[in-house]
Nanobody, 124 residues
């Protein structure tokens, strides 16, 4: 499966932004999807994940209550809706997919497919 992330940009503190990830080349509903982010000089970290059917989600503590992950299997797209953005949310956001994962909060190395990333910059 090929993944294409989009929707990043420069926003002010407290703003909202939704990034999306379009998949192609596979049966999208067969894949667990994850969102990760990587800030300059830091390791890539888990942000949110969603099950194949969309009925189960998981969030990093930093995302709980502010971010929502959802998917539209008919459109082969997964979204990450972000509210109350903070400067520490500044990072490149990546979507990832895997057919066989059971734990959405797996390490990046366990996801088999990655998008190219979209940059989110939160300015104070």
């Amino acid at each position: 499966v090929q993944l294409q992330a989009s929707g990043g940009g420069l926003v002010q503190v407290g703003a909202s932004l939704t990034v999306s990830c379009a998949a192609s080349g596979g049966t999208f509903s067969n894949y667990v999807m994850g969102w990760f982010r990587q800030a300059p000089g830091k390791e890539r970290e888990f942000v949110a994940g969603i099950s194949r059917g969309g009925g189960s989600t998981d969030y990093a503590d930093s995302a709980k209550g502010r971010f929502t992950v959802y998917r539209d299997n008919a459109k082969n797209t997964v979204y990450l809706q972000m509210h109350g953005l903070r400067p520490e949310d500044t990072a490149v956001y990546y979507c990832a997919a895997d057919r066989f994962l059971r734990n959405m909060r797996s390490s990046p190395s366990e996801y088999g497919y990655w998008g190219q990333g979209t940059l989110v910059t939160v300015s104070s």
